[in-house]
């Protein structure tokens, strides 16, 4: 089954570039606050490549060590010792990050990235569940837990010192992994997910500023293809499809100075566009004119964004860890080129391109991996 990575997670990832442009590290006025974001930073993206051996079997120690660190910020907050705007803005980064390394877990753990056990270790009583690790259902219910406290830490963040928007993605992004865990078949919630899309939209229209990361993080929670809500029989999946293409035009976003993620919005642009590609050649085994030139019109735009990402984005993509599932996208365009082109000419025997097995594929989804968008690059 295909969940999201977690980062998929996101992924839901994509919410720190706009961050560490900003400096992150903010020093707390009240010097007696240990300085949590200078403490975790430095080691939290390495701790998202859940590739590294090292990385997973180091999990439980460093969730127990990220917890007892936030926990210990979260309580002097709420005894009212953070007031100023900055010291609310430190608090609210930290929620923000936090909730997301547990959005991370989830995501990974639901893609079979990683398991329950290299969550939990060899904890005898769950971090958060606080339940006996020999009790039935103690995976689940101990998930459930987690994922409880990343909304309740994510909502908490979001309205620290007053709305913010790119907390409030990541607080969309806790609840739609909360109730994929519900889920026996992890698929998303409706509700949920209409929320995604529809904030998603809102950015895309109502912005003006669209270097605000929110609207890729929203992307990478369509990526569970297999999820009938993720694909295009889903009437909003049309409307993302639109704004995405009318307004995450390659080069729009502002220049974040050599960060990876700046060839993953076009990047992403490509994989919604394939995705209909793929909705649309399943539909019938012929196309008329018009279907064929609307599929044309689609592979234009995978052209388009991989033409930016290689010329535009030539140091950053020779300098990203995970390139291939770049080649591998660029290669399907010249299968879905020769397959229209067959069509075009009346030969309707030729076989249609396997996209959903690529969409599904580990390889497609590397970009879509926290670790794939915050590796260092030395950019």
């Known amino acids: 089954m295909d969940k999201i990575r977690a980062f998929t997670i996101i992924i839901i990832l994509l919410i720190f ?12 006025k009240n010097k007696e606050i240990p300085s949590f974001l200078s403490d975790i930073r430095p080691k939290f993206f390495e701790n998202l490549n859940f590739d590294s051996k090292e990385v997973v079997m180091n999990l439980p120690i460093f969730l127990n060590e990220f917890t007892k660190l936030y926990q210990n910020l979260d309580s002097q907050y709420k005894a009212g010792l953070f007031r100023s705007k900055q010291d609310l803005e430190y608090m609210q980064l930290a929620g923000m990050y ?3 390394y547990l959005v991370a877990l989830c995501g990974h ?5 990683i398991t329950f056990k290299d969550i939990n270790g060899r904890n005898k009583i769950g971090l958060f569940s606080n339940s006996n690790a020999e009790a039935i259902n103690f995976e689940e219910n101990e998930l459930n837990a987690m994922m409880e406290y990343a909304r309740v830490v994510a909502k908490q963040a979001t309205y620290t010192g007053g709305f913010n928007d790119r907390v409030y993605g990541t607080f969309l992004a806790v609840r739609q992994l909360q109730e994929r865990l519900k889920n026996k078949n992890h698929f998303n919630n409706p509700i949920v997910q209409d929320s995604v899309i529809n904030y998603m939209n809102d950015f895309l229209v109502d912005y003006n500023d669209l270097s605000i990361w929110n609207i890729l993080m929203s992307m990478v ?3 569970n293809y297999k999820d009938s809500l993720n694909t295009f029989n889903n009437p909003q999946m049309n409307l993302a499809l639109f704004n995405i293409n009318a307004r995450l035009v390659p080069g729009s976003l502002r220049d974040l100075g050599g960060k990876v993620p700046e060839i993953l919005g076009p990047l992403y642009r490509y994989d919604i566009n394939l995705k209909k590609i793929d909705w649309t050649m399943k539909q019938k085994e012929t196309f008329n004119k018009t279907e064929i030139n609307d599929l044309k019109n689609y592979i234009k735009t995978l052209e388009t964004a991989t033409d930016f990402i290689e010329t535009s984005r030539e140091k950053i993509l020779n300098a990203w860890i995970y390139k291939d599932t770049f080649e ?7 299968e879905l080129k020769n397959y229209v082109e067959a069509i075009s000419t009346g030969n309707n025997n030729v ?5 959903e097995v690529f969409i599904n594929s580990k390889g497609f989804k590397k970009a879509y991996t926290c670790y794939g968008c915050h590796q260092n690059t030395g950019l």
């Open 351 to 355: 076989v249609k391109p396997n996209l």
């Open 98 to 100: 936090y909730s997301f």
């Open 17 to 28: 570039s706009n961050s560490c442009e900003n400096n992150i590290i903010i020093e707390s």
């Open 221 to 223: 929670t369509t990526t």
């Open 109 to 113: 753990y639901l893609e079979g990235d």
């Open 328 to 334: 591998q996208r660029k290669a399907k365009i010249k």
